[in-house]
C-alpha cells in the first residue's frame, strides 16, 4: 500500500467539502491568539492566507523576498481568473468547471480537490470585488467574462491585461489592514533557506535577511510554503526574473514528497527569443487567442522568403495562409488548450514554416477582428457607408480597449505595431504544474508544513487551463486553507511558544551558513548565469516540449556533471554580511541543479504522452486522432511523488493512484 494519504473525505463529491467543513476541529478565538503561524511568500496563494489567517486572530509572520508584497510575480497574470459564475448564461457550472479542470488536465489530477475548487470559485470574485479590484464590465455595469483556451463558456473574469495585479493590490490591502493591527509580522527582503523539524513537526524556519545578510531563526506551530513555481529551471521562462524553487526544494529534502516534477507548461503565446544574451521571455496573454488567428504561410517558398526579410505577411493571400490550429481542431480552433498549441507551433516551425529569422515564430493576426468589431461598430454607430479604413479603425478601437496594454507591450520589445502587422509568437516555458506533493488538507508528508498555490502540484493534472492558477492560488488562501490548518492546529492550542535556541534550529542554521561561507570562499572561475544557462539548454532541448527515453536519460547525465563543475567552479563575488544578489542566485541555482535532474527522471518513468508532457514514443498511429498524444491510463494514472534520498537519481518514487469517480476518462479530442 502506498504511503501515501490523500486524505480525501467519503462521501459524494458534491457533499465532501461541506461535510468536512461541518465535521473538523476549530481553534477558539481566545486560543487562536497563542498559535503562530509562519506563512513563506507573499504572492497571491501567500498574501491570500496570510490575511486571512491575521483575520481569523492568529498571529502571522510572513516572508517575501521582494520589497513589498506588491512585487510578487503573481503581479504579471495578465488574462483573468476563472469562475463558475455563469454570468453569461452560456451554460456553466460548478460541474462544468470542474469537470473542464479535470479533463484539461488530462486525467492527472485528484477529482475531490478540483471540485473543490470549483466550487469555490465564486466565493473569490465575491471577495475581489469587496477589496476594490477594478473587474472589467459590461455595458449594463455587470462583471464581463472572456473566454480561455480549453472550453466552450466564458467564464473568465479580468481587468484588461492586469488581472494579476488588480487581484494582488486587493489582496495586499487586505493584508495591510492586519499588518497594521500588529497580526501580521511582515519581513520583506528576507529569504527562508530551510525549514527547522522538531520531533517530525515543521516548527519554524532559517532566513536570511537580504539587506544585512544575517541569518534569522523564526518559530510557529506550523508553516505555510506559498513560494510559486519553478519554471526558471529552463532558465529562460516567462516567469520573473527571482522566481525560483529552494523553499520547495528545501522542504523536499527535508521530508516533503515532490510530485510530478516534470509536468510542465509551455504556454502557446509569448514573444519569441531573439538570441543568445535573453534573461526572459516575455508572455502574450492567452487572451489574445479569442480574438487573432494563429498561421504560418502555407508555402515553404513563402516562409523561407518571409524568414529573409523578403516578404511580408501581409502580402500574402488569404488562400496561401495555413491556419493550422482551425484546421486540425475545428470545434476548439484557436482555443484549444495550451498544451495542444504549443506542439502545433513547434509542428509548424519544425517542418520549416516558422516565420522569423530563427524559424521559431508563428503568427497571431488580429485583421479579421478588426474588420468583425469594425462593421459591428459601423451598424451601432449607424454607419451605412463607413470605409473599409474607417471600418477597421473602430475595430482596432475595440481591440485596444480590450488589450491595448498588452499591444503596447509587444511594439516596445519588438518594435513593430501589431495593429499594422500581426504579432510573432512562440512557445515558452510559463507554469508548474508538479511541485509540493500535498493532500487534501494542503499539508506536505511533514506534519504541520503546507504547501499551497503554484508551489504544490495541486489541481491541474498534466496541464493547466488559462485563468486558473489565480483561481487556485486565491482558493487555497482565501478559502481551502483557513479551515485546513486550524484542524490541525487545534491540538497545539497548550504547546505555548515554540522555542528557537534547541538543537534542532543550531542545527538547521549551522547547514545554512556553512552553505553560504562556501560559495563565498570557492575560488572558482565561472559565473552563477554560466552554469544556469547550461543547465536551460538541456532542459530546453532535452526535456522541453517534446521528450524521448534517449534525451531524457542523457539529461540526467549531463545535469549531474553540471552539478559536480558548478560546486568546483562557482565563482560568488562580494561578501555574506551585505546584500548579494550573485549570493542568492548561487543558492537558487544549486537547488535547480537537482531539480532540474529529478524533473527529467520523472518524465523518463513517464512513459506516456499527458498534457504537458508529449512522449514521443506515445502517439496515437491511426484514426481520427493520429500524431495526437497517447495517454496511458491502465499504466499511469497515478501522481508521481519522489521522496528525497541524496542524489537526485536515488529518489524513490511513491505513486498516488488517481480515482475517477464522478468524470469518465476520455482520450481528450479538441478536434
Ligand atoms: C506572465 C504570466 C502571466 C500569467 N497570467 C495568468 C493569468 O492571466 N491567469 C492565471 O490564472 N494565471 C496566470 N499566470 C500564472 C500565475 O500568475 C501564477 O501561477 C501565480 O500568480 C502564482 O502565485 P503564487 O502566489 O503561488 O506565487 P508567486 O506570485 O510567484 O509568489 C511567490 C512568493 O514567494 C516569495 N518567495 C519565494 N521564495 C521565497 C523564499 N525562499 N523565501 C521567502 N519568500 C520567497 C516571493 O517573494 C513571493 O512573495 C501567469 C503567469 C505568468 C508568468
Same mark, same amino acid.
Given at each position: 500500500?502506498?504511503?501515501?494519504d490523500?486524505?480525501v473525505p467519503?462521501g459524494?463529491?458534491?457533499?465532501k467539502w461541506?461535510t468536512y467543513?461541518d465535521k ?7 486560543n487562536k491568539?497563542?498559535i ?5 511568500g507573499t504572492?497571491?496563494?501567500?498574501g491570500?492566507a496570510a490575511?486571512?489567517l491575521?483575520e481569523?486572530?492568529?498571529?502571522? !509572520?510572513?516572508?517575501?523576498?521582494q ?5 510578487a510575480h503573481?503581479?504579471?497574470?495578465q488574462?483573468?481568473i =476563472?469562475a463558475a459564475?455563469n454570468?453569461?448564461?452560456d451554460?456553466?457550472?460548478?460541474y462544468r468547471l470542474?469537470y ?11 477529482e475531490a @480537490?478540483?471540485h473543490r475548487?470549483a466550487?469555490?470559485s465564486g466565493?473569490?470574485?465575491d ?13 449594463g455595469?455587470l462583471?464581463d467574462n #472572456? ?7 466564458s467564464?473568465?473574469?479580468?481587468a484588461?491585461?492586469q488581472?494579476?495585479q488588480?487581484?494582488?493590490?486587493g489582496?495586499?490591502s487586505a ?6 493591527r500588529?497580526?501580521i ?7 527562508m533557506?530551510?525549514? +527547522? !523539524? ?6 519554524g ?10 541569518i534569522?531563526?523564526?518559530? %510557529?506551530?506550523a508553516?505555510?510554503?506559498a513560494?510559486?513555481g519553478?519554471g526558471?529551471v ?6 520573473a526574473?527571482?522566481?525560483n524553487?529552494?523553499?520547495a526544494?528545501k522542504i523536499h529534502?527535508?521530508?516533503a514528497?515532490f510530485?510530478?516534477?516534470c509536468?510542465t ?8 527569443r531573439?538570441g543568445?544574451?535573453?534573461?526572459k521571455l516575455t ?6 487567442? =479569442?480574438?487573432?488567428?494563429i498561421?504560418v504561410? %502555407?508555402?515553404l517558398?513563402?516562409a523561407k522568403?518571409?524568414q529573409?526579410?523578403?516578404?511580408k ?11 493550422y490550429l482551425? #484546421? ?9 488548450p495550451?498544451?495542444v498549441a504549443?506542439?502545433a507551433? !513547434?509542428e509548424?516551425?519544425?517542418?520549416g514554416y516558422g516565420?522569423n ?5 508563428v503568427y497571431?493576426?488580429f485583421a ?6 469594425g ?5 451601432i454607430?449607424?454607419?451605412k ?7 477597421i479603425?473602430?475595430?482596432q478601437?475595440?481591440?485596444e ?9 509587444y511594439?516596445?520589445i519588438?518594435a513593430e505595431n501589431?495593429?499594422?502587422t500581426?504579432m510573432?509568437?512562440y512557445?515558452a516555458?510559463?507554469?508548474?504544474m508538479g511541485g509540493?506533493w ?6 506536505t508528508t ?8 503554484e508551489?504544490?502540484f495541486?489541481d ?6 488559462g485563468a486558473?492558477?489565480l483561481?487556485?492560488?486565491l482558493?487555497?488562501?482565501?478559502? +481551502?486553507l483557513?479551515y485546513t490548518?486550524?484542524?490541525?492546529l487545534s ?11 534547541t ?5 538547521v542554521?549551522k547547514?545554512v551558513k ?5 560559495f563565498? @570562499?570557492n575560488?572558482?572561475?565561472?559565473? +552563477?548565469?554560466?552554469?544556469h544557462k547550461?543547465?536551460g539548454?538541456?532542459m530546453w532541448?532535452k526535456?522541453?516540449?517534446?521528450r524521448n527515453e534517449k ?5 540526467m547525465?549531463e545535469i ?8 568546483k567552479?562557482?565563482k +560568488?563575488?562580494?561578501?555574506? =554580511?551585505?546584500?548579494n544578489?550573485?549570493l542568492?542566485k548561487?543558492?537558487r541555482?544549486?537547488d535547480f ?6 524533473f ?7 512513459n506516456?504522452?499527458c498534457g504537458g508532457?508529449f512522449?514521443?514514443?506515445s502517439?496515437?498511429?491511426?484514426g481520427?486522432?493520429k500524431?495526437?498524444?497517447?495517454r496511458k ?6 501522481v508521481s511523488a519522489?521522496e ?6 536515488d ?6 493512484e488517481?480515482?475517477?469517480k464522478?468524470?469518465?476518462l476520455?482520450?481528450?479530442s479538441?478536434k
Open positions: 500500500m502506498s504511503v501515501l490523500s486524505k467519503k459524494p463529491i458534491k457533499d461541506t467543513k473538523i476541529n476549530l481553534v477558539n478565538p481566545a491568539r497563542h503562530d503561524i509562519i506563512v513563506v504572492g497571491l496563494a501567500g491570500s490575511a486571512s491575521a481569523l486572530g492568529y498571529n502571522v !509572520k510572513a516572508f517575501a523576498y520589497d513589498s508584497p506588491r512585487r503573481s503581479i504579471a497574470a488574462g483573468g =476563472n459564475k454570468y453569461m448564461g451554460g456553466d457550472s460548478t470542474f473542464d479542470t479535470v479533463k484539461g488536465g488530462d486525467y492527472r489530477s485528484r @480537490n478540483v475548487l466550487e469555490v466565493n473569490i470574485i471577495q475581489c470585488v469587496a477589496q476594490g479590484v477594478p473587474f472589467a464590465r459590461d455595458y455595469g462583471l #472572456r473566454s480561455f483556451g480549453g472550453v466552450l463558456v467564464r473568465t473574469f479580468y484588461k491585461g488581472t494579476g488588480q487581484l494582488l493590490l489582496c495586499y493584508m495591510n489592514r492586519q499588518i497594521a500588529g497580526k509580522e511582515m519581513f520583506n527582503r528576507h529569504e533557506l530551510d525549514v +527547522v !523539524k522538531v520531533d517530525g513537526k515543521a516548527r524556519i532559517i532566513a536570511r535577511d537580504l539587506i544585512t545578510g544575517e534569522e531563526r523564526h518559530s %510557529a506551530h508553516v505555510v510554503i513560494t510559486g519553478y526558471n529552463y532558465f529562460l521562462s516567462t516567469n526574473m527571482g522566481s524553487a529552494t523553499a526544494w529534502k527535508k521530508g514528497f510530485a510530478n516534477p509536468f507548461q509551455i504556454h502557446p503565446t509569448c514573444i519569441p531573439s543568445d544574451y535573453q534573461s508572455l502574450m496573454s492567452e487572451s489574445l487567442r =479569442n480574438d487573432g488567428r498561421w504561410p %502555407a508555402k517558398d513563402d522568403a518571409i529573409q526579410g523578403k516578404l505577411p501581409t502580402e500574402i493571400a488569404e488562400e496561401d495562409r495555413d491556419y482551425e #484546421r486540425r481542431y475545428p470545434a476548439f480552433g484557436n482555443l484549444v495550451r498544451d504549443s506542439r507551433a !513547434k509548424r516551425c519544425d517542418a516565420v529569422a530563427t524559424g521559431e515564430a497571431l493576426d479579421a477582428a478588426f474588420v468583425r468589431y462593421s459591428e461598430q459601423a451598424k454607430k449607424g454607419l457607408n463607413a470605409s473599409k479604413e474607417e471600418i479603425k473602430l475595430g478601437g475595440i481591440i480597449e480590450k488589450y491595448g496594454n498588452l499591444f503596447q507591450m511594439e516596445k519588438i501589431p495593429y499594422e500581426p510573432m509568437i512557445p516555458t510559463h507554469y508548474t509540493v500535498v493532500d487534501y488538507n494542503l499539508m511533514v506534519e504541520g508544513l503546507y504547501c499551497i498555490g508551489a504544490n495541486s491541474h493534472g498534466a496541464n493547466r487551463l486558473s492558477a483561481m487556485q492560488g482558493a487555497d488562501g482565501y478559502f +481551502v483557513p490548518i486550524g484542524d490541525y491540538d497545539d492550542i497548550r504547546t505555548g511558544p515554540i522555542s528557537t535556541e538543537k534542532e534550529f543550531d542545527e542554521e547547514e556553512d552553505k553560504i561561507n562556501f563565498i @570562499n575560488k572558482g572561475t565561472k559565473s +552563477v548565469d554560466h552554469f547550461r543547465l539548454k538541456v532541448d526535456v522541453g516540449m517534446s534525451d531524457l536519460k542523457e539529461a547525465v549531474k556533471a553540471i552539478r559536480e563543475e558548478f560546486w567552479e562557482v +560568488v563575488p562580494g561578501d555574506a =554580511n551585505e546584500m544578489p550573485e542568492e548561487a543558492g541555482v544549486a541543479l537537482e531539480l532540474g535532474e529529478l527529467a527522471k520523472d518524465a523518463l518513468i513517464r506516456e504522452s508532457h512522449r514521443e514514443e502517439v496515437e498511429e491511426s481520427e486522432q500524431g495526437e498524444a497517447k491510463d491502465k499504466e499511469f494514472a497515478f519522489w528525497y534520498k541524496g542524489e537526485p537519481a529518489a524513490v518514487l511513491h505513486k498516488e488517481l480515482e475517477f464522478d468524470i469518465e476520455k482520450q481528450r479538441y
